[in-house]
């Protein structure tokens, strides 16, 4: 079977791979200022006693630092209701064992924290191998505070604004449907099952349920005793944490998706992924 793929010499895919290498090292470099814009934010110092589960018993968010004055902190979608944790986060925090340990010798810890309770996080780092910490949010406002907590009422009246941008209401009958923002609306297959109800049924909830947690990163940094919220991003701001996409943009076919692919990976096996299929949360 012929490719369909432009093809060329040697010396064609030389002069195209030089015109790329240009765009790369623009994007480098853009990538490199956007950096240095996110640490000129302005700190925003936190008053509130926000109280987090962890292993150690009951602690207040500036005992995540662990002796560090940088924090990260991934909010892990994984509700209380929730069996097991999103397979998008899941498939981010695969990544975390292996860097997390170079972080915490930059003097930056690594955390993820999610509301489900401590005793069901634990179960499912020992399902999947996990050594990086987790925290139980479960008993405070830390979830709602930084945006990736939202209520039934908001779902409903149309109060929901993630990644500072406002959703749509979600009425109750229609539950079914994708609510996290209009690419995951663009991924949903006709006469198909969304791609968001896919997800939540791996965490054996149903959409609404599944989609009042949200994903995100946070930064904080710790000063003289002082906590301050440095930065957050959401949705698309977290590809560059997906650390399988990173590898997929430079395979010859890129993501090369239709829907949902990915599943938790002890479960691969049991249900092994369609040959094309997108990513999750907008």
Not at 215 to 228: K, M, W
Request: a negative charge; glycine letters at 8%; hydrophobic letters at 40%.
């Amino acid at each position: 079977m012929t490719t369909t793929h432009t093809t060329g010499t040697r010396e064609q895919w030389l002069a195209a791979r030089l015109d790329l290498l240009a765009a790369e090292k623009e994007h480098t470099r853009r990538s490199d200022e956007l950096a240095l814009q996110r640490q000129a934010l302005p700190w925003v110092r936190i008053d509130k006693a926000y109280t987090l589960d962890t292993e150690a018993g009951k602690v207040p968010l500036s005992e995540l630092f662990q002796g560090r004055s940088q924090l990260l902190v991934y909010h892990f979608m994984f509700g209380p209701d929730y069996e097991a944790g999103c397979p998008s986060c899941s498939m981010i925090a695969d990544g975390f064992d292996g860097f997390a340990v170079h972080l915490a010798h930059h003097d930056t810890m690594l955390w993820a924290v999610s509301r489900a309770p401590l005793a069901k996080l634990q179960a499912f780092r020992r399902r999947m191998g996990w050594r990086f910490p987790w925290a139980s949010s479960f008993a405070s406002d830390f979830n709602a505070d930084f945006n990736v907590l939202f209520t039934e009422q908001q779902q409903r009246a149309g109060g929901i604004e993630y990644n500072w941008r406002r959703e749509a209401p979600m009425p109750v009958e229609e539950a079914h449907e994708p609510l996290a923002g209009k690419t995951v609306q663009e991924w949903r297959l006709r006469g198909e099952e969304g791609p968001v109800a896919q997800l939540a049924a791996m965490t054996t909830t149903d959409v609404a349920t599944y989609t009042r947690e949200r994903p995100g990163v946070s930064a904080f940094v710790l000063e003289d005793g002082v906590v301050y919220h440095t930065y957050s991003s959401y949705s698309r701001g977290l590809d560059g944490l997906w650390g399988a996409y990173q590898w997929l943009d430079r395979a010859p076919k890129g993501r090369n998706e239709s829907g949902i692919w990915w599943r938790h990976r002890d479960a691969y096996d049991a249900a092994p992924a369609p040959l094309q299929a997108a990513s999750c949360c907008g």
